[in-house]
């Protein structure tokens, strides 16, 4: 093999090292990305409250950093993207019994749609939306993100995991606030299903209880007697006859007769 010929072996195989170490730098910087599609994560009921609390997290998180910088005019300081919250989320935490898609779901579509969720939130608000605590403004988000967008989600079941949500992470007083908007929007949002569930709770309501005391049955002779104000209260004692002959006397009496007219025997035969 001439010199040559290996310098050129030693290129080529230098020229691809090279080529796999920028690929792979290249493919570090860029943000990770998680295929929606896949079916290995959980979907049960206890899967997606747990995918609302990485979700309530994560957007505190970006309340806090890129959505408060963003509202200042501070967009030089942005650095923290909600797939990058998510992406270091999923590589520091046990999410196996997390709904994966779901959560990714929320850490997209709510902080792409954080204006019209504002906006929403704002009008069952009693005070600007900039007074309220970034937890309860995160809780609220995603609230208002199931109301309007998840609607084979029940209504109660919202208002329900949000309580949770304030429970785990919020003030004590919050879920007054959290309610009162979620319940007021529900209303607006769910019309329909909120009238059906008022109606069926009414029927519920208005049926009679199962347990409830039955009036005892009373027979009709004896409500005439009670009625007639010349009956005696106490009941009338049977009279016997004295052509009964099946009388049975008790038998004190008996002896006292026997002895009675064992006397007037012996008074005669003297």
Do not use: C
């Not at 994560?41 to 505190?60: C, D, E, I, N, P």
């Not at 959290?178 to 769910?190: F, P, S």
């Amino acid at each position: 093999m001439t010199d040559q010929l290996k310098r050129a072996i030693s290129a080529a195989k230098t020229a691809q090292d090279n080529t796999a170490t920028t690929e792979h730098a290249s493919s570090a910087a860029e943000p990770q990305k998680f295929d929606m599609s896949e079916s290995s994560y959980k979907t049960s009921h206890t899967a997606v409250r747990k995918a609302r609390r990485f979700a309530m997290q994560g957007l505190y998180e970006w309340l806090l950093t890129d959505r408060r910088f963003d509202k200042d005019g501070k967009l030089g300081w942005k650095d923290n993207a909600p797939h990058d919250i998510a992406a270091r989320t999923r590589a520091t935490n046990a999410m196996h019994t997390v709904h994966i898609g779901y959560y990714h779901e929320m850490m997209r579509d709510i902080p792409e749609q954080i204006e019209a969720l504002d906006t929403l939130i704002s009008q069952y608000l009693d005070r600007n939306l900039d007074k309220i605590d970034t937890v309860e403004h995160a809780i609220l988000l995603i609230g208002a993100y199931e109301l309007q967008h998840r609607i084979e989600i029940p209504y109660k079941v919202v208002l329900d995991e949000a309580m949770k949500l304030n429970n785990h992470f919020g003030a004590t007083d919050a879920h007054k606030l959290i309610n009162a908007v979620l319940d007021k929007m529900a209303a607006d949002l769910r019309d329909v299903e909120v009238q059906a569930d008022i109606k069926a709770n009414l029927r519920t309501s208005q049926k009679p209880s199962a347990n409830s005391v039955k009036a005892p049955k009373t027979n009709a002779a004896t409500d005439n007697l009670a009625k007639d104000p010349t009956t005696d209260s106490k009941p009338a004692r049977p009279r016997i006859s004295a052509n009964k002959t099946n009388v049975q006397r008790s038998r004190s009496h008996k002896l006292t007769q026997d002895a009675s007219h064992t006397k007037t025997k012996d008074q005669d035969e003297s």
